[in-house]
C-alpha cells in the first residue's frame, strides 16, 4: 500500500483480556517498529524487527508483551493479561534498512 | 544507551516570526538526526534528517543543524505559519538501532 496500516484503529479491552495489534508495512520496507505513545508523551521505543527476525527487543515492557514478524511484512504486537497502565497509542513504522521512518496512524488502546 | 534531551516543551510564536527547537544526544556515535511533526490523531511524519558528516540542511523554511562536538542538533522553522502549530519530536540513531526520540515540542502558531 501507499502507506504503513495499522489496525484496529482504536480498541477498548477489559483489564486482563489479550489484545493483538496488526501493523502492514509499506511493500518492500525490511525494517518495522513499533513504538507507544502515552497521552501528550514522547515516543517510547518497544520492538525492532530486520526482515523477521528481532535484533532488539529491548523495549518490551514485560513478558506480556510480544511481537512477531512474517514475510518480511505484517507484524503483529500481542499483549497479554492487558492492565491499565498499557493504554496509550502504539505506532508502527517502517523504513528501507536505515531510511526515514513513515509511522502509521497508530492503535489507541484503552484498557477499562 | 541514547538519551535525547529536547527542549521547549511548548513554544508560541506569532505568524511570520521564527521558531528554533533544540535537541541534544548523549551518545558520541549517532550519526543520523530525523524531525518529525505530529498533528492531532496522526502519527509522526518525517519533515527532515541530518546525517553526521553534514552540519547544515535546508528544505524550504525548515531548516536543522548539528553541532557533533557539542552533541545538539537544532530545528529552526522560518516565516511560521498556522499550519506549523503541531509537536514536533527530535530523535537520533547509532548505525542500525532504532529510533530515541526527544520529548516532543508543542509548537503554536498565533495568527
Known amino acids: 500500500g501507499a502507506g504503513v496500516s495499522q489496525s484496529p484503529s482504536n480498541k477498548v479491552t477489559e483489564k486482563g483480556k489479550d489484545v493483538e495489534l496488526r501493523c502492514d508495512p509499506i511493500?518492500?520496507?525490511?525494517?518495522l517498529y513499533w513504538y507507544r505513545q502515552s497521552l501528550g508523551q514522547g515516543l517510547e521505543f518497544l520492538i525492532y524487527?530486520?526482515?523477521?527476525?528481532?535484533?532488539?527487543k529491548s523495549g518490551l515492557p514485560s513478558d506480556r508483551f510480544s511481537a512477531e514478524r512474517t514475510g518480511g511484512s505484517v507484524s503483529t504486537l500481542t499483549i497479554q493479561r492487558t492492565q491499565q497502565e498499557d493504554s496509550a497509542v502504539y505506532l508502527c513504522?517502517?523504513?528501507?534498512?536505515?531510511?526515514?521512518?513513515?509511522f502509521g496512524s497508530g492503535t489507541r488502546l484503552t484498557v477499562v | 544507551g541514547e538519551n535525547v534531551e529536547q527542549h521547549p516543551s511548548t513554544l508560541s510564536v506569532q505568524e511570520g516570526d521564527s521558531a528554533v527547537i533544540k535537541c541534544t544526544y548523549s551518545?558520541?556515535?549517532?550519526?543520523?538526526f530525523p524531525w518529525y511533526k505530529q498533528e492531532l490523531g496522526k502519527g509522526p511524519q518525517l519533515i527532515i534528517d541530518?546525517?553526521?558528516?553534514?552540519g547544515e540542511k535546508k528544505d524550504q523554511r525548515i531548516a536543522v543543524t548539528l553541532n557533533k562536538t557539542a552533541k545538539h542538533f537544532s530545528l529552526h522553522i522560518t516565516e511560521t505559519q498556522p499550519e506549523d502549530s503541531a509537536v514536533y519530536f527530535c530523535?537520533?540513531?547509532?548505525?542500525?538501532?532504532?529510533?530515541?526520540f526527544g520529548s516532543g515540542t508543542r509548537l503554536q502558531v498565533q495568527p
Open positions: 513504522a517502517s523504513s528501507l534498512d536505515r531510511g526515514g521512518y513513515t
Open positions: 511493500s518492500g520496507h525490511t525494517a
Open positions: 524487527f530486520q526482515g523477521n527476525s528481532a535484533p532488539d
Open positions: 551518545d558520541s556515535a549517532s550519526n543520523y
Open positions: 541530518i546525517r553526521s558528516n553534514v
Open positions: 530523535a537520533g540513531a547509532t548505525g542500525r538501532r532504532a529510533l530515541t
